[in-house]
């Protein structure tokens, strides 16, 4: 029995027969991948030129300031086209697609931004392309559903279950057991069967790989720290990966909702609620039921908001390697609020959650150390979500006054 | 062995033997038992008990609602559990237990296979775990002479059938198509020639699941498989017409 796609005790490939060849192809295409350094160069290339990497480490030196200890210094993903790291995965996916011949993609989205990514993927490289949505998200994320359609994507709403993620997840598998010989399913983050973890892991490993160049250049040594917010992991994963054999602490910061004791959060490696278990293909640490049934889980960030994590961080966990925190939703808003007015930068609600964990521990640090932030990305997209999250009262009537105008 | 014994013993009696399923706890336990009366009345050979999970991956949307349904109605594992030893005491034909692994999992692997084993269940099948991920559970299984049963699909090579095959007991599941449970399968030359693939594979049972719906399909299965899988008919029937109709519906499909 092959042990091949488990990271400690975690991953594996719990796949319907069905898949079996799907994933047998999509292993080998992707090990071919890896030994081809043409491949790793076509994709910084293509990055380059499509969506504005390397992304620059920026000196924050007001919050540095501020704060009093080390010198902040933020990754920002929110650069890249489609403004989050998920271009990253989705841009190398859509590489593989190619290679494999297939003509149609597929993808589940929560915020939208994955949705979003792997449009503009789609509509670049003239596949055919369907994102499911949880039909809660896209009421949340209207403005990303309005891009994915006029990008030439089907947007099928998910009625199922929660109606969030993980659901959206679910369909798209449904959509994908269907459709196998000329569809690919371009997973979102460093979740699912393997190969997905590694695979995800591995193209947004481009942004620890710049980020270790560019803490050296400008800070002259590596980073005390490094802090990043996890959903399912994928851009935590991105930026670890740059500094995983170094002396520097990984710091993943998990969505803590309404606290850590209130039931209401999607904290898997830090809190206290998830145990053991296997879903969507994989075996990771899940928001369960003692019957093993998923529960809801909730945070202000929709990219959060989802029962399981990483494999390959649950086994850095296990190894002590990543310490796991929690921001709870008005934190977040405070540390958002504070960056913009200190910084002029928008981080993302989901990548505000790492800046808070950075902001409760820059002053124990001295001035001669650096911290990176990885923002993941940015925030000024989902004017809508952040907007009502600070309950901004010019904001909600101008929206009454729009709504009004479409009503005539 | 026990399994595979019992179908083939009522396969000498009949040209097709048909499997049934159910959501347990949907639309409730009372309504199961109904169903399964009917059922077993109307000469069903086996029945196939889904415990109900909330990430029902392999399942179209019939087999997912019952699902939601079931859990938000408060239907347990341990539930499930007794309600198998309850039909499987009252009725003499096999009955088996279809979940996904995350329910075996978090309930303990043994201790499943035990409760299961007490509960004179025969058989399980559970579409996320392939013999990779699950070989060891499967031979601790077959130990208890609960029967592993694997599913066999249309993109499965000839290797990877005999490799299946040499983890399987009891029966093969062949899911007539691509996709999820609950759409109609169209029987071509294109799936005979996999029916008989399946056949050269395994000398177990086949049963055919995945879109059999009616006494036609049934009928295109004899001489080609063992057993008829009935799965999201039932439901559907029982959603739009009661469970009244399941007994006429079994009894017109052979």
Known sequence: MTRKGFFGHW??????????????????????????????QEYTALMANYSCRPTPLTYAANLSRHFGGAQIYIKREDLNHTGAHKANNVMGQGLLVQRMGKKRVIAETGAGQHGMATATMAAKFGF??????GEVDVRRQRPNVFWMEKMGATVVPVKDGSRTLKDAINEAFRDWVTNLDDTHYVFGTACGPAPFPEMVSWFQ???????ARQIVEQHGRLPARVYACVGGGSNAMGVFQGFLNDDVELVGVEAGGHGLDSGLHAARLCGRDA?????????????????????ETHSVAAGLDYVGVSPILSDLADKKRVRFESATDSEVIAALDLTMRLEGI?????????????????????????????????????????????????????????????RK | MQLEETLKKRRKEKDILLMTHLVLGYPSFEVNRRIIRQMVDNGVDCIEMQIPFSEPMADGPVILKANQDSLAAGTTVAACLEFGREMAASYDIPFLFMTYYNIVFKYGEERFLEAAKAAGITGLIIPDLPPEMGGEFMTMARDREIAPILIIAPTSTDERMAELNGW???FIYCAARRGVTGKKSEFGSEFYEYLARCRRATSLPLAVGFGIQNRDDVAALIGRADMAVIGSRTIRLVDEEGPEAVGPFIASLR
Request: hydrophobic share 40%; charged share 25%; net charge negative.
């Open chain 1, 346 to 406: 928008i981080p993302a609600l989901e990548s505000s959650h790492a800046f808070v964990q950075a902001f409760k521990e820059a002053s124990d640090l001295p001035n001669n150390a650096a911290i990176i932030i990885n923002m993941s990305g940015r925030g000024d997209k989902d004017i809508f979500t952040i907007a009502h999250a600070f309950d901004d009262p010019s904001w909600k009537e101008f929206i009454i006054a729009r709504a009004d105008e479409y």
């Open chain 2, 168 to 170: 399987a007991d009891g």
């Open chain 1, 128 to 133: 055919a392309c369907t994102i499911y949505m």
């Open chain 1, 205 to 211: 490993s481009i942004i620890g790989r710049e980020a």
């Open chain 1, 11 to 40: 991953g594996g490939a719990y796949i319907p027969e069905v898949l079996h060849q799907t994933f047998r192809q999509l292993q080998e295409e992707y090990d071919k991948a890896r030994q081809d350094p043409s491949f790793w």
């Open chain 1, 275 to 295: 145990s053991p278990g296997v879903a969507q293909g994989y075996k990771t640490m899940f928001l369960q039921n003692d019957d093993g049934q998923m529960l």
